[in-house]
Structures are given as C-alpha cells and as structure tokens.
C-alpha cells in the first residue's frame, strides 16, 4: 500500500532520513522501531505530508503522493496520530469526534442559514458514527466528559477513534504505548487488531514497547542513522545483531560473547 523509495530528508546538515526504503503492505500492523534519533517520526512527517522529502518518492497504491499536504492525502485515507495526541480540550469526547469528517455543511454559513434541515441529518448521521465508535473502543463513560480532562491513554485512545470517523486506508501511530498504563495499553492493542482483522485497517506504528510491538507487528522495521537497519518478524528483529548494537551498543555484545566464551571453557 506504502512505498517509500531512497527518501531523504535533511535539515541544514543533520541528514534526518538518509535513503530509506520500505514498504507498508495492506492489510498489515507493520513495527517502526529504532533507537532515538533514528529518524522515525521525522519518516512519519515526510510521509503525512507535514515536511516536504529533500528527495525520493513516496507512493500509494503506487500513485505518487510525495509531497501532498497533510489535508490532501486525509481525503485519500492516509492519517497519523502524534506521540502527543491533540485533543479539542474543551470539547467533549463526542464532539471531539464528531470534529473529524470533512467538508460538512454545516461549517458554510449559507448552509446553516438555508439548510438547516440538511445540516440537522447531516449531524444527526455523523453523531450516531461517533456513538459506534465511542461503543467499539468501550468508552461509553467518557462520552460528554471534556477531551482535556482524559488521561494520557484515554487521550491516545479517543485519537484512534478519530482515524476511525473517516474511511482510513492506512494509519501511521506515533509511540500510541508512550505514558500509557498497561491495562489502557492492552485496550489499545485489543482496538488496533480489532479494526485490522474486522475492518481492514492498515496500520504502521512507531514503538518503543517491544512486548506490544511484538504482540501485535509483523513485519517489523527497524530504522537507525535515517535508514533502514533491518526487517523481518519481531523475534528475528529482536535477535539481529545489528539491531542490538544500534539499541544497546556493542557493550551487551561483547558481554554475551565472554558469557559463551566462559561457558565454553567450562
């Protein structure tokens, strides 16, 4: 569904995303991980069209996306949620997602001037959406309580729900798990693969929580110094080598290599 093809993106001379390559197939929970600094959500920005590419090519469904605003590539079901969500603070879980669809009537003035019968169904049929989505993700306590007032998971929670008020194709999360208490976590998880396997949903996910990523990706990418570092399954990722260098160093290398060392001469 996602090709990205020899992508770059500098910033003065700090090369953020270095020549990376990858795909995102559809129908899959595809795993972005890497150390910090490896150039993970500034890919997600160049992707949403939130910084333009210093070069290479991003496509959908192999038509060239590259560049498009983050307004346009929205109508073509390509949505990202942030490491902080952003939230409609004093509105209320309901309205927050009703904020979502584009283009309603009700935002012309003429509109609410001379159809407002037209706008009155229009938001009748976008609030009983929002009632579906606020029931699948189990939130029905958090309806009318003010967006600011949630948690920080509850927070990350009601921002899937707003990929969910459109007809998304592809959905890029950015560190969904960061701050967010194991049993929200799990929650969260349970509504990701819910929404793949029942609705089709493709997801690509930046994550540090190894145990969530490997619960729920495959594949798994893993980026370092702005490009690709390696893929396959979780286990596969988890045990490359390259992969834990670029995690960890080579100080928990070289441990484990005189750890076998030292059983071997015993």
Known sequence: MIRVEELHKHFGGLRAVDGATLE??????????????AGKSTLFNVIAGLYPPTSGRVLLDNEDITGLSPHELFHQGLLRTFQIAHEFSTLSVRENLMMVPG?????KLMDAWLKPGRVREEERLIGEKADEVIEFLQISHLTHELAGNLSGGQKKLLELGRTM????????????GAGVNRTLLNTIGDAIQRLNVERGYTFCMIEHDMEFISRLC????????????????????????????????????????????GAGAR
């Not at 197939?25 to 600094?37: R, Y």
């Not at 893929?231 to 670029?246: H, S």
């Open 218 to 261: 495959d594949p798994v990418i893993c980026m370092a110094e702005g490009r690709v570092l390696a893929q396959g399954t979780a286990d596969e990722v988890k045990n490359n080598e390259e992969v834990i260098e670029a995690y960890l160093g080579t100080g928990l290398k070289n441990k484990r290599d005189q750890a076998n060392a």
């Open 103 to 107: 283009s309603q009537s009700g935002e």
């Open 165 to 176: 008020m459109v007809d998304a194709r592809v959905v890029f999360l950015d560190e969904v």
């Open 24 to 37: 995102i197939k559809s129908g899959t929970v595809t795993g972005l991980i890497g150390p910090n600094g």
